[in-house]
């Protein structure tokens, strides 16, 4: 296992390094992909062959995957534009001309990792059961918690929401941002800089993180929900569905910036701005 693990780790900088995009992720999103074929049979086979899934039901589970996977991706890339204006500066002998940008704030800045938190701590009451068989308070907690059970996914959506507030809060400093923006003569138009801006910031990323803590807490409790509520065959959400739409996007911005970067001047000449002359 630990040479297999190894292995891996240099498969993944080979292809980093000679590929395009990371890959450890692109590994991790095989991993997860290679088992849809055998959902996708499966499914079929629950639907024509043992009829446990009813295929009007088969065809709103379609529906639905496609409206979470699209919802998915929304909120990935999901962010709120703050403007934010410089003004004009002399450095040194330059002048350093006016200019208008704008600050980002992803809707979900903590990623997948509220959700790896929440699962390593609502496992805790069921493998501390497992050591203590003759308490039963132990026992009825780990009853209760069960997965697919009510207090389960109450709690684990809890856990979750309360994670994402804690990790964007570690990685993402208003105040630092602030003092950034005041030491190199940024400003939010309207808003006094230092602390003003600061609150500012604060306050939109705290209610920003809200849909997304709340979109984190629905896909990570909709495959107990699907598996243990509607009988569905496959494995359908949670931290995989997060690893593959965001790998995949982030492969795919990269496979554009390869091509703008090395055929730019063919799309000028052959593509659609000829086109456009022409017209």
């Known amino acids: 296992m630990t040479a297999g693990t190894v292995f891996v780790m240099w498969l993944g900088e080979q292809i980093t390094e000679r590929g395009i995009g990371n890959g450890i992720s692109l590994i991790i999103f095989i991993g997860i992909i290679a088992r849809f074929p055998m959902d996708l049979i499966n499914t079929f086979r629950a639907i024509f062959v043992t009829q446990t899934l009813n295929i009007f039901m088969g065809v709103f589970l379609l529906v639905m995957m496609v409206a979470v996977t699209a919802l998915?991706?929304?909120?990935?890339?999901?962010?709120?534009?703050?403007?934010?204006?410089?003004?004009?500066?002399?450095?040194?002998?330059?002048?350093?001309?006016?200019?208008?940008?704008?600050?980002?704030?992803?809707?979900?800045?903590?990623?997948?990792?509220?959700?790896?938190?929440?699962?390593?701590?609502?496992?805790?009451?069921?493998?501390?059961?497992?050591?203590?068989?003759?308490?039963?308070?132990?026992?009825?907690?780990?009853?209760?918690?069960?997965?697919?059970?009510?207090?389960?996914?109450?709690?684990?959506?809890?856990?979750?929401?309360?994670?994402?507030?804690?990790?964007?809060?570690?990685?993402?400093?208003?105040?630092?941002?602030?003092d950034n923006m005041r030491k190199n003569g940024g400003f939010i138009p309207g808003i006094r800089a230092g602390k003003r801006t600061a609150d500012f910031i604060d306050r939109v990323l705290s209610r920003i993180t809200l849909p997304g803590a709340l979109f984190l807490a629905f896909i990570a409790v909709l495959p107990d929900v699907l598996i243990r509520r509607a009988g569905v065959p496959f494995y359908f959400g949670g931290t995989g569905l997060l690893i593959v739409v965001g790998v995949a996007l982030d492969t795919l911005q990269q496979i554009e910036s390869h091509l703008l970067m090395r055929h730019y001047d063919g799309f000028l000449k052959k593509g659609r701005l000829r086109g456009r002359t022409g017209g």
């Open 72 to 178: 998915t991706v929304m909120m990935t890339q999901g962010q709120r534009r703050i403007p934010v204006q410089y003004a004009r500066r002399i450095v040194g002998r330059k002048m350093l001309t006016g200019r208008t940008t704008h600050l980002p704030l992803r809707i979900n800045t903590a990623g997948v990792i509220p959700i790896i938190f929440a699962q390593s701590i609502i496992m805790l009451p069921t493998s501390a059961a497992a050591f203590m068989q003759e308490n039963q308070l132990a026992q009825d907690v780990a009853f209760t918690l069960q997965p697919g059970s009510k207090w389960y996914v109450l709690l684990y959506a809890v856990i979750i929401i309360f994670f994402t507030y804690f990790y964007t809060a570690i990685v993402f400093n208003p105040m630092d941002v602030a």
